[in-house]
């Protein structure tokens, strides 16, 4: 079965430090990963995507992605975190089991930046 | 705003009771998910339209549950006899190819 695991329910930072939220996943064939953003009482924001290519993708908001195939990773990062990236993330793949594109996702990662 | 709408945002409901939702997706794209969100957990897939058509419905949607798409442009999911357990964020999302989808910020369902 295809899922996605973010081992950290929280992770906290200080301002102006570099970030990382972990993300790994189980797909069978090459997967199409992304990552989303949900602040309180919001839907979720896109922020990037790996669907092949250079495994480092840049996304918005100064983040990026590392794809580690044979880490089945895809963690998320920024080189400095803001107050404002305060916010519960989400990992997710696509179904590979069908067309419809459906995500499956992550039971998601609350960041805390502490000024 | 051109992103995708949903409505209303809030719904508080009595148990037994029907409830309506509405999505508006982006308008030309073709795609339209439903997802279903509780506290503490990501959104879990509950059907998929490509234009009018619905071609994918999770086990999670019951058959208290219904959902359609007439024309291929806004959707409803209609909810019957709401349970307590219904109670959670409904999410909308809609993409124009099967890469990323964009979401509606969601009707939180109260179920009391």
């Known amino acids: 079965a295809q899922s996605v695991a973010q081992p950290e329910d929280q992770v906290n930072v200080a301002e102006g430090n570099p970030l990382t939220v972990k993300c790994t996943y189980s797909?069978?064939?090459?997967?199409?990963l992304f990552w989303y953003v949900q602040y309180p009482n919001r839907g979720l924001q896109f922020l990037l995507k790996?669907?092949?290519?250079?495994?480092l993708v840049k996304g918005s908001y100064g983040f990026e992605a590392e794809f580690n195939k044979s880490q089945t990773s895809f963690h998320l990062k920024k080189p400095s975190a803001l107050v404002s990236d305060s916010a519960l993330y989400f990992c997710?793949?696509?179904?590979?089991?069908?067309?419809?594109?459906?995500?499956?996702f992550g039971q998601g990662t609350t960041l805390q930046v502490k000024p | 705003d051109t992103g995708v709408s949903q409505d209303p945002r809030h719904k508080i409901t009595k148990r037994g009771q029907n409830v309506t939702f509405r999505c508006d997706p982006i308008?030309?794209?073709?795609?339209l998910y439903w997802y279903r969100q509780t506290l503490g957990q990501g959104p879990e897939f509950l059907t998929y339209?490509?234009?009018?058509?619905?071609?994918?419905k999770s086990r999670l949607l019951s058959d208290r549950f219904s959902a359609e798409r007439p024309k291929g442009s806004f959707s409803t999911l209609e909810i019957q006899r709401t349970e307590q357990g219904d109670s959670a964020m409904y999410l909308c999302?809609?993409?124009?190819?099967?890469?990323?989808?964009?979401f509606g910020p969601g009707t939180r369902l109260t179920v009391t």
């Open positions: 308008s030309e794209h073709n795609r």
């Open positions: 997710a793949v696509r179904d590979m089991g069908g067309n419809t594109g459906k995500l499956i």
């Open positions: 999302a809609s993409s124009l190819i099967a890469y990323e989808q964009y």
């Open positions: 790996y669907i092949t290519g250079d495994n």
């Open positions: 797909v069978s064939g090459n997967p199409y």
């Open positions: 339209f490509q234009n009018e058509a619905q071609l994918e």
